[in-house]
């Protein structure tokens, strides 16, 4: 799609009108010259952008993960206000080197129209215009839904051609950096006709270290088993959709360093009882786990 197409699409000149010119300019240019955060000795950098489950929450909003890896930045989901909540971690959303939608629910994937939308709206026209932003989803149906979408809010002709989108099956879907990223199918929800799968979990592996986003998973908690060995550096994973005895009968003795929940059920976000909760639950896995909240990093 054009870029001039795209920008009448979405109104650019209102909607930095509506900011003021020199605000929304200022507040680029403040974006553009965050100070990056020195090398340590981590190569993997999490930012658990919105923890929530389906519903946003007073202290959570939908599900969205920035991972930073040499030098790069990724999305792990696109729940709403990924591109907010982007600009409160002073990180321009044009600065987004991929996107990963682990599966096509509202709570995972509703802010990635307005995340195109400010994109645009912060130059990623100019800075992709060589190396267009990654943008896997799952599924070839699932690409076309998104453009259709645009199409229909007025965004453009589809999916902006400053992002390189991509329909992905199970397999080995990304590699760039020495990061390598494996899509895992599972049974959140229905398989198509041809058993191919709708929902996914993610490895990442780079620099000798391996992460497991879980995405959402079934009511049996079909978490990837044959990804841990020889065993696994960290593991973001859900906790509302199965009963949580499963996941201490599945995870337990087996070779995770460490866990990171969230999306979690409503009972261990009370403000009373949660942490007790919480730590019960967490007491039974053999690793050290915590539950994660909107703002919390993590290194690897």
Not at 23 to 40: G, S, T, W
Not at 102 to 129: C, E, I, N, R, W
Request: net charge neutral.
């Amino acid at each position: 799609m054009e870029r001039r197409d795209f920008i009448k699409g979405i109104g650019l000149g209102a909607l930095v009108a509506g900011l003021g010119k020199s605000a929304h300019a200022q507040e680029a240019k403040a974006l553009e010259k965050a100070p990056e955060i020195a090398p340590a000795n981590y190569d993997f950098k999490i930012t658990f952008l919105g923890t929530s489950h389906g519903r946003p929450t007073l202290e959570r909003f939908n599900s969205s993960t920035l991972l930073e890896f040499g030098g790069k930045k990724y999305l792990i989901d696109a729940g709403e206000p990924v591109s907010a909540l982007l600009i409160r971690q002073k990180i321009s959303p044009a600065d987004i080197d991929g996107i990963f939608i682990t599966h096509p629910h509202g709570d995972h994937m509703g802010g990635l129209l307005m995340q195109f939308v400010q994109m645009a709206s912060f130059g990623g026209y100019k800075k992709y215009k060589d190396r267009p932003c990654k943008l896997f989803l799952p599924g070839e149906d699932v690409k076309s839904n998104i453009g259709n979408a645009m199409r229909a809010m007025g965004f453009g002709r589809g999916i902006p051609g400053f992002c390189d989108a991509i329909g992905f099956g199970e397999g080995v879907i990304f590699e760039d950096g020495g990061l390598k990223v494996t899509a895992i199918g599972n049974d959140h929800m229905a398989r198509r006709a041809d058993k191919t799968a709708r929902a996914y979990s993610f490895l990442f592996e780079g620099a000798g270290k391996r992460i497991v986003f879980s995405g959402d998973l079934s009511n049996k908690f079909d978490f990837p088993y044959g990804v841990i060995e020889p065993s696994l550096d960290l593991i973001v994973c859900e906790l509302v959709h199965f009963p949580v005895k499963l996941v201490v009968e599945g995870l337990r003795d087996k070779a995770i360093k460490h866990a990171c929940f969230q999306h979690p059920y409503d009972h261990y976000c009370d403000v009373v009882h949660g942490k007790e909760r919480f730590a019960a639950f967490a007491k039974q896995l053999t690793f050290p786990a915590e539950l994660v909240d909107d703002g919390t990093v993590r290194t690897v």
